[in-house]
């Protein structure tokens, strides 16, 4: 090899510490880069590959009770490429010897090996087809509890007996609602099981697939309100509820976007951090170069020859860090994903990388230090021999010339050190902008996770503002108000209690089409137990008549749904006209449009009430827990049918855990950018001290101890972290707000912006730690070597 | 010390320098001046300076510090630009050479020794050597180690070969150095203080090097701030405050 070669990879292992710090720098980024990229990638395709393999329902109707028939007519109907029936059951249960009642859905199917519509599949040794008195579950309810094989659920049946059911393994359904989003499990039993526990063996809803593969959301809207007239109002059937989802378009679709979103946009700023980082190690190299640059023209190099050998240095460094970045950036990426997909409730069959992905990797880890090193091996192999010869083999920092050097210099009163520390960070003005943009950018980051952290925080407080009381009871069946109420009246804890009236509705668009069914809730326009937040418009008023509010959940699936818009819906099959009087606030619980519940009844003909919502006298979350129970015990003594029961603090938990997994991303990231900036910072600080250590032979020469070197550097550091802290602050204000928006945008629920003034104080006390830390190791080695050696230092 | 063993061909090499007819000189400098902007007020360093050397020369260039002796030399060796003036080495106008071609202009002409060394500290003292040769592509390959080799041995330095300069002593890192200024065979050798940071024994062995290879012809052109050994040089120029301003030619050439 030649000598110049030889010379490349000697630097580079001479100088272990430094190639290591710059291998490092470049590795971070490509790891940033590759694992918000990758993870972007995977998830959205993998999510896709799972979702669309699982041949999710077009339709889904919630029926009084049908046979095998009527699924053979659906089947039969043109336009249809496939039918599934099956019957849901929402019971309560305790889970092994808990006293707490839980919601359980399940689910029976009469043949479990042909499942053709939103399939289910067994995971691991499941037993499947579940047996009689087991119940096989899906797979999310790991994530609210530590179920196992052999549980054993005790299910209260409408008549007050208890069925015990086992469970008999896990399996997947990437349609049905992760337990921690609705707050209940999901469970599959056989039509005996089914029968043991009180409910009759047919079939209460059926799902289709249309054969158009393309086709509209309105086209799939007017195709499920056909059929619903051919196969079960032709029958005298009433169906309950209708889903017609957007074809292709997940329930979590909405948080998914909104992750994915935040995953490009961190990407676009790692990419950005990472390129500052590469550009201020490279700088700093080559300013340790120029020195030896003079002596290789001396004897005789070419400025192409020299550019060469840089070159290749760099691609050196490159290469080792796409060698470390890139399985590193894999192995992030996985983890990440495997994390999205449990809370996301989706199967990963693949983590195989898009070649674009790794392209981008490659690029950040050899173009861009490439790029980066451009101009400083261009400026330092172009410098004049002489000039080259003189530098102090470092770069020059020019000081004493600009105002803010003057300025400076003109403070008096400092310790000698504070002051050279001062002094110092100014000198090498160039380095400083570039460390500065990378802390900046760190900085900013950081603390707008944190502000859009607070955001959610303050829009989940919002939110809860609409939960005026304790606890919610639902009923499976319409129930007299009256009766209820008296039921729980003198129960234990209980102050006031409300009744309402939950209905399945769609909007009959202009042109005969349906959307999917609302909520459609009617209750006192003048109660108490809601506060609502009044987007536009109004609330319901005393005397409304026809009058609706809906919420934003609504207003986003169904735009026509705007203030002083009349709408014709359809409520169990009855068409009336209601007047839209306003929008509030949702609270991702899906759509809802809100009525009097004098009004809904009589429409209905005065079917009775379907939830019971109790204000207790302790609002404690264990006080509301106790007295859910109570009432809960009382109902069902009383011979009522609860299917679900729920606490204002479970439902407010339930807000924040899916508004919380966007936050665990951003958090995720927000590690992953810092990382990026602190070791930018190290690696600066070190490159720094290191040129420096000429001058801290100087000043061991005259007198200076090792505590005064330290606080020189250390001061620098310091210095360097806070005017990144105080700059990054006031950046981090237009990002947090845009990356609200952008949220807000994703998951169609106006976010209340909060800047996180803690988040700045954190940040401030983090930085001038790691600032503070990172200059103190460079400092103690530069301390360590003899004022000789250190005179004499290249 | 004694310095035998001149078996490798250090004669007159260098492509332009080499057909520089005997009687006409090598270096011809004319009204050479250099004027650093040192911020307000600006330093001339040279001001108007004439010089001719021949070659096969021992030259000496004294002066007090900031007199304008390294930048006379620097003018000389390409390593810094004049601000006007000519500086004409065989039938090349140095002064009129772009950065690139003075690079590789040096690398065949112009053997620098510098005060410090400036050994490349990553490289040992045989990579050190062939660095030039590497640079300006002189020599077959395989003729390259043989010949660094040979330098080296002439220096007294093959044994040293291996290690890295830090293990050296400063009288053997700054040999090494000659025998890198050596490399690529060139006419000129210009030493810029060589025995500045040597001992006076180091520094004699340096300087009975440098007489070695003035024998064989090489013109030597040398800064040094020791009259001792200025009295020794075939030619000593004065200089001070940017001009020459006394020149003593020594008759009898010490022989070491």
Redesign the interface.
């Known amino acids: 090899m030649?000598?110049?070669w030889?010379?490349v990879f000697?630097?580079l292992?001479?100088h272990r510490f430094r190639t290591m710090l710059v291998v490092l720098s470049i590795a971070i980024g490509i790891f940033a880069v590759g694992v918000v990229l990758g993870t972007r990638e995977v998830l959205v395709r993998e999510f896709d590959v799972d979702y669309r393999s699982s041949f999710a329902a077009n339709v889904t109707y919630f029926s009084e009770d049908f046979d095998e028939d009527l699924v053979r007519r659906a089947e039969a109907s043109p336009g249809v490429a496939a039918a599934q029936a099956r019957r849901s059951a929402t019971v309560r249960y305790r889970w092994n010897g808990s006293a707490e009642d839980r919601t359980l859905s399940l689910e029976a199917f009469r043949d479990y090996d042909d499942i053709r519509v939103d399939k289910v599949v067994p995971v691991g040794n499941a037993q499947w087809p579940p047996g009689r008195g087991e119940v096989v579950l899906e797979a999310a309810a790991k994530q609210v509890g530590d179920y196992a094989v052999g549980d054993v659920l005790r299910v209260e049946r409408a008549d007050g007996e208890t069925v015990e059911l086992r469970v008999a393994g896990f399996a997947h359904d990437i349609n049905a609602v992760p337990a921690q989003f609705v707050g209940y499990e999901t469970g599959y039993v056989s039509f005996d099981t089914l029968g043991d526990l009180g409910e009759e063996p047919v079939y209460n809803r059926l799902s289709l697939v249309f054969a158009d593969e393309d086709i509209s959301w309105g086209d799939a809207s007017r195709k499920a309100s056909a059929l619903r007239e051919d196969l079960f109002e032709s029958e005298g059937l009433l169906v309950r509820y209708t889903n017609v989802p957007e074809p292709g378009s997940h329930f979590l679709g909405d948080i998914f976007k909104a992750v994915s979103l935040l995953l490009l946009a961190l990407g676009v700023l790692a990419l950005g951090l990472s390129a500052f980082l590469v550009v201020n190690t490279i700088s700093a190299i080559m300013a340790q170069q120029v020195?030896?640059v003079g002596?290789?023209?001396?004897?005789?190099?070419?400025?192409?020859?020299l550019d060469w050998l840089y070159v290749f240095t760099v691609a050196v460094y490159g290469a080792a860090a796409v060698a470390v970045g890139l399985p590193a950036a894999a192995a992030g990426a996985r983890w990440f994903t495997d994390y999205a997909a449990e809370i996301l409730n989706f199967r990963v069959s693949s983590y195989w990388l898009p070649w674009w992905v790794v392209i981008v990797e490659i690029t950040v880890g050899l173009l861009v230090p490439l790029l980066a090193a451009a101009g400083p091996i261009r400026r330092g192999v172009?410098m004049?021999?002489?000039r080259a010869?003189n530098a102090s083999g470092m770069s020059e920092g020019k000081f004493g010339n600009r105002l803010a050097d003057r300025v400076l210099g003109a403070i008096r009163g400092l310790p000698r050190p504070v002051a050279l520390s001062l002094r110092n960070t100014f000198r090498r003005k160039g380095r400083l902008a570039l460390t500065l943009s990378t802390l900046t950018l760190a900085s900013a980051v950081v603390i707008s996770v944190w502000s859009v952290q607070t955001s959610i925080e303050r829009t989940v407080d919002d939110l809860e503002s609409w939960w005026q009381y304790n606890v919610q009871i639902s009923f499976a069946l319409p129930l007299d108000a009256g009766a209820v109420e008296a039921e729980v009246a003198d129960v234990a804890g209980v102050a006031e209690t409300e009744t309402w009236l939950g209905v399945g509705a769609t909007v009959i668009r202009s042109d005969g089409s349906e959307n999917e069914s609302f909520s459609m809730v009617g209750m006192d326009p003048a109660s108490e137990f809601v506060g609502p937040i009044v987007v536009e418009g109004r609330w319901l008023e005393p005397g409304d008549t026809d009058a609706v509010v809906v919420n934003t959940d609504a207003q986003n699936e169904e735009p026509s749904l705007r203030v002083g818009s009349v709408v014709t819906f359809d409520v169990q099959g009855v068409r009336d006209t209601w007047k839209v009087v306003g929008v509030v606030k949702g609270q991702l619980g899906g759509p809802a449009v809100f009525c009097d519940a004098g009004q809904l009844g009589s429409l209905l003909g005065n079917p009775g009430i379907t939830r019971l919502v109790v204000r207790g006298t302790d609002p404690d979350p264990d006080a509301e827990q106790a007295l859910l129970e109570a009432v809960e015990d009382r109902l069902v003594e009383g011979g009522y049918q609860v299917t679900n029961a729920r606490t204002r603090s479970g439902l407010s938990d339930q807000l924040r855990e899916q508004l919380g997994i966007l936050v665990a991303f951003l958090v995720i990231m927000a590690v992953l950018l810092s990382a990026v900036g602190v070791i930018g910072l190290t690696g600066t600080m070190t490159i720094n001290v290191l040129e420096s250590t000429r001058e801290i032979g100087v000043m061991r020469a005259t007198g200076a101890q090792h505590r005064s070197i330290y606080q020189i550097f250390v001061t620098e550091g310091i210095v360097v972290g806070a005017i990144a802290w105080a700059a990054g602050s006031v950046l981090s204000y237009p990002l947090s707000l845009g990356l609200v928006r952008i949220l807000a945008e994703a998951i169609g629920l106006p976010l209340s912006y909060g800047f996180s003034w803690v988040g700045v104080a954190a940040w401030l006390g983090m930085m001038l730690a790691i600032s503070g830390m990172a200059s103190i190791a460079p400092a103690f080695r530069a301390s360590q070597v003899s004022v000789r050696d250190a005179i004499a230092y290249? | 010390m004694g310095i035998t063993i001149w078996d490798v061909n250090i004669g007159c090499g260098g492509d332009a320098v080499a057909a520089v007819p005997s009687d006409m000189p090598v270096v011809r400098i004319r009204d050479l001046v250099k004027v650093y902007d040192t911020g307000e007020v600006p330093f001339t360093a040279l001001k108007g300076v004439d010089l001719d050397v021949y070659s096969g020369e021992f030259i000496g260039i004294i002066g007090k510090s900031g007199s304008g002796k390294t930048t006379l030399i620097n003018m000389i060796t390409g390593i810094d630009h004049p601000t006007s003036g000519e500086v004409v080495i065989g039938d090349t106008p140095v002064h009129a050479l772009g950065e690139n071609a003075l690079a590789k202009w040096r690398g065949l002409n112009v053997g620098v020794v510098f005060q410090f060394f400036q050994l490349l500290p990553t490289l040992t003292i045989l990579e050190n050597v062939l660095l030039p040769m590497d640079f300006c592509s002189t020599y077959p390959m395989r003729e390259r180690v043989p010949r660094a080799m040979a330098l080296l041995e002439a220096v007294e330095l093959a044994d040293q070969a291996n290690k890295l300069p830090a293990a050296l002593s400063g009288g053997q890192q700054q040999r090494a150095a000659i025998a890198r200024a050596l490399a690529n065979d060139p006419p000129i050798l210009a030493a810029d203080e060589p025995t500045g940071n040597l001992d006076s024994k180091t520094a004699e062995a340096v300087f009975g090097l440098f007489e070695r290879l003035v024998e064989q012809h090489k013109t030597i052109i040398m800064v040094t701030h020791d009259n001792d050994l200025a009295s020794r040089v075939r030619r000593a120029l004065h200089v001070a405050d940017g001009e020459i301003i006394e020149e003593r030619v020594h008759r009898e050439r010490h022989t070491g």
Request: charged share 35%.
């Open positions: 030649r000598p110049r030889r010379k000697r630097d292992f001479s020195r030896q002596i290789m023209k001396a004897v005789g190099a070419s400025a192409l020859q172009r004049s021999v002489v010869l290249e």
